[in-house]
C-alpha cells in the first residue's frame, strides 16, 4: 500500500535554530499516528511544515505521491489535507456558523457544504446551539470542537490535529479522541500530535517520539506504550 | 434657523459625511487586513477623478502631456463614475503589487510600508502633474436636463437642496450600503473578515490570502475614485494635490472613528461632514479646523476612537 504521506529527512530552521533534524514519518492511508513528545520538541513546526506555513530547509513532503513543497497553503487544503491548529485559532469575530462556512471556502458544492453543515451540527450538537453565537464568545472545549469541525467542512483525506487535549477537562477530552476515532472509522486519516502520550498512544495505530528536533522511537503504539524508555520519559 | 437651512445643512452634511466615509473606508479596508495606513490611498482618490473626467469625454487643461487633447469617446457619467473607480481600483492593485506585497514577503516592518506608500503617493502626483498638468479642473455639467436645485418640501415650507449635493450623498449611501452588506454577507466578504483577524489561520481553511489583499486594494481604490470623483463634482478638481488635504481629512475620520472598525469610519465621516456644515456661512474659513477640534475632543474621552476596540493592536 502506498503510503498517503511521507515526510522525508525534514530539516527546519527558525533563523540558526535548528527545530527540525532529519525527521522521516510516514501516514498510511486510514491510519492514526501520533506524534508525541515534550515541549519544544517540533511537533507543531512538523505540521506547519505539511501546512505549507512555514518551508524546510531540506527533506520533501510528499502527499499522494506528489511533493508539496511547491504548494501554497490553501492549495494544500484543496489537495485534501485539513490543519487544526495548536491553541485552536477559530475566528472570534465571526459567528459559529460563519466559521463552519469558510471551512468549505475551497469547495464550490454548495448543496453539499449545507449538508455538511448538517452532519457537524448533528456529531457536535453544542455547536448547533451556538450556530449564531459570536465565536469567541464560546468556552475553550466548545471552541476546539468548533476547529475540528470546521476543518472537517473541507472534507479531508488528512486531518491534522495539534494537541486537542490543550487545557481542556478529562471528560472533555474523552468527548474529543472519541469524536477522532470515530471520525477515522469513517474514513479520515489522522496525524495527532499531543503531548498527552498515554491517550494518544491508547487511540494511535502508530507513534513517533520526537525530542529536540530528532525521532528517537517509532513504531506501533501498543509496543511504543510498553517500552520502558517512553514509559520512563514520557508516560510518568 | 429656519426649516430650509436645517435641512441644507443635513443634506450638506451626508453629502460630505457619506464621502469622507466611503474614502475613509478605503484606509480602514488596508488598515484592517495589513495593520498600515496606506497613504497612497489619496493619490488614488486624485486619480479617480482625473479618470472619470477624462472618460465623460472633457478636454484636458492647457498644460501638461495631454494637453488639450480628449479622449476619441465620451461615456455618460454613470458609466464614467464606474470607469474611473475602475482604473483607480487596478491602480489600487499595482500599488500592492509594487510596494507593499515585495516587503510583506521579506517581513518587513510596517514601517517601512508606511514610508513606500508615502513614496508612491508622491510618485502618483508628479504623474498626474506631468500628464494633466498643474491646474484645475472643472467638470461639465453631468446632471443634463436636470435643474440645479430640486426643492423636497412644498412651496410653503420649502426644502431646496442643490441636485448635486443629492446625487453625491445618494451614491455614497448606495455604495456604503453596497460593501457593508458584500463584506457582512457574501462568503468572499467573510473571508475578508477571516484574513483581517488572522492570515494563517484563514490560509489553513483554503483561503488564499495574497489574493484576497489584492481584492482589498482593488476595493479600497475603486471606493477611493469613487470619492474623488464626487468631491470633484462638488468642487471641482483642485489640481495634483487634489487628494492630500483631503487624505488628512479621511485620516481624522477614521482616527475619530476608531482604526480598523467600519462602522466607525463610517459613523466618523457622517459626524465630522455634519459637523463642518454646522459652521455658518461667514466663519466658512473654519471649516476644516472641525474636523481636528472633534478628533481632539474625542480622542480626549475615547483614545480608542467613537467604535474602535478598547486596545489597538496587531498580533
Ligand atoms: N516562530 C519561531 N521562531 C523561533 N523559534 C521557534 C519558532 N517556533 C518554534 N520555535 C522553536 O522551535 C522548536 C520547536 O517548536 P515547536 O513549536 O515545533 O515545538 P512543539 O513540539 O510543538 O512544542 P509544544 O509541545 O510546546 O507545542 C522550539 O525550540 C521552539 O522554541
Ligand atoms: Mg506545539
Known amino acids: 500500500m502506498a503510503a498517503l504521506l511521507e515526510i522525508h529527512d525534514l530539516a527546519v530552521y527558525y533563523g540558526a535554530i535548528q527545530a527540525l533534524k532529519a525527521v522521516t514519518i510516514t501516514v498510511e492511508p486510514g491510519e492514526i499516528v501520533t506524534l508525541i513528545g515534550s515541549n519544544g520538541a517540533g511537533k507543531t513546526t512538523s505540521l506547519r511544515c505539511i501546512s505549507r506555513l512555514i518551508n524546510p530547509r531540506a527533506g520533501d513532503i510528499i502527499y499522494d505521491g506528489v511533493s508539496l513543497l511547491r504548494r501554497r497553503p490553501d492549495e494544500v487544503v484543496r489537495q485534501g489535507i485539513a490543519h487544526v491548529p495548536e491553541g485552536r485559532r477559530i475566528l472570534s469575530r465571526l459567528s459559529v456558523q460563519d466559521n463552519l462556512r469558510l471551512g468549505a471556502y475551497s469547495r464550490h458544492d454548495r448543496a453539499a457544504v449545507r449538508g455538511d453543515l448538517d452532519e457537524q451540527y448533528v456529531r457536535f450538537p453544542i455547536l448547533a446551539q451556538r450556530r449564531s453565537q459570536l465565536a469567541g464568545t464560546l468556552s475553550g472545549g466548545e471552541q476546539q470542537m468548533l476547529a475540528i469541525a470546521r476543518a472537517l467542512m473541507s472534507r479531508p483525506r488528512l486531518l491534522l490535529l495539534d494537541e486537542p487535549s490543550l487545557g481542556l477537562a478529562p471528560i472533555i477530552v474523552r468527548d474529543i479522541f472519541r469524536i477522532i476515532r470515530t471520525l477515522n472509522a469513517e474514513g479520515v486519516t489522522v496525524l495527532l500530535v499531543e503531548q498527552n502520550a498515554q491517550l494518544a498512544l491508547q487511540t494511535a495505530h502508530r507513534g513517533y517520539v520526537l525530542e529536540t528536533g530528532e525521532v528517537i522511537f517509532a513504531g506501533a503504539a501498543a509496543q511504543l506504550i510498553d517500552d520502558e524508555r517512553v514509559k520512563k520519559a514520557y508516560l510518568g | ?315
Request: net charge positive.
Open chain 2, 1 to 315: 434657523m429656519n426649516l430650509t437651512a436645517g435641512f441644507q445643512i443635513i443634506v450638506n452634511g451626508m453629502a460630505t459625511g457619506g464621502v469622507y466615509a466611503i474614502f475613509a473606508l478605503g484606509y480602514t479596508l488596508v488598515f484592517s487586513i495589513l495593520g498600515i495606513i496606506n497613504f497612497a490611498h489619496s493619490a488614488v482618490f486624485t486619480l479617480g477623478a482625473y479618470f472619470t473626467y477624462a472618460l465623460l469625454g472633457s478636454q484636458f487643461g492647457f498644460n501638461g502631456l495631454l494637453a488639450r487633447g480628449r479622449l476619441p469617446f465620451g461615456l455618460s457619467f454613470p458609466l464614467a463614475l464606474l470607469g474611473g473607480a475602475i482604473l483607480a481600483g487596478l491602480v489600487a492593485v499595482m500599488v500592492e503589487r509594487l510596494a507593499f506585497r515585495p516587503l510583506r514577503k521579506r517581513g518587513a516592518d510596517p514601517l517601512l510600508m508606511l514610508v513606500s506608500s508615502l513614496g508612491v503617493a508622491v510618485a502618483i502626483v508628479n504623474i498626474i502633474q506631468y500628464l494633466f498638468g498643474a491646474e484645475p479642473y472643472t467638470f461639465p455639467n453631468i446632471l443634463g436636463g436636470l435643474p440645479g436645485s430640486v426643492n423636497l418640501g412644498t412651496p410653503g415650507t420649502p426644502l431646496v437642496a442643490r441636485t448635486v449635493q443629492l446625487l453625491i450623498a445618494g451614491v455614497s449611501l448606495v455604495i456604503l450600503a453596497l460593501l457593508t452588506v458584500y463584506i457582512n454577507y457574501t462568503n468572499t466578504g467573510k473571508a475578508l473578515r477571516a484574513v483581517a483577524e488572522d492570515a494563517t489561520t484563514a490560509s489553513l481553511l483554503g483561503i488564499n490570502t495574497d489574493r484576497l489583499v489584492l481584492l482589498t486594494f482593488f476595493l479600497s481604490g475603486f471606493i477611493g475614485g469613487i470619492a474623488g470623483t464626487l468631491v470633484g463634482l462638488s468642487v471641482g478638481i483642485t489640481g495634483p494635490y487634489f487628494g492630500i488635504a483631503f487624505g488628512l481629512k479621511g485620516l481624522s475620520v477614521i482616527i475619530l472613528g476608531g482604526l480598523g472598525s467600519i462602522p466607525g469610519a463610517v459613523l466618523g465621516g457622517i459626524v465630522i461632514g455634519i459637523g463642518e456644515n454646522l459652521v455658518p456661512a461667514e466663519h466658512v474659513g473654519y471649516k476644516d479646523a472641525v474636523a481636528f477640534a472633534l478628533l481632539f475632543i474625542v480622542l480626549l474621552v475615547r483614545p480608542q476612537g467613537l467604535l474602535g476596540r478598547t486596545q489597538i493592536q496587531k498580533v
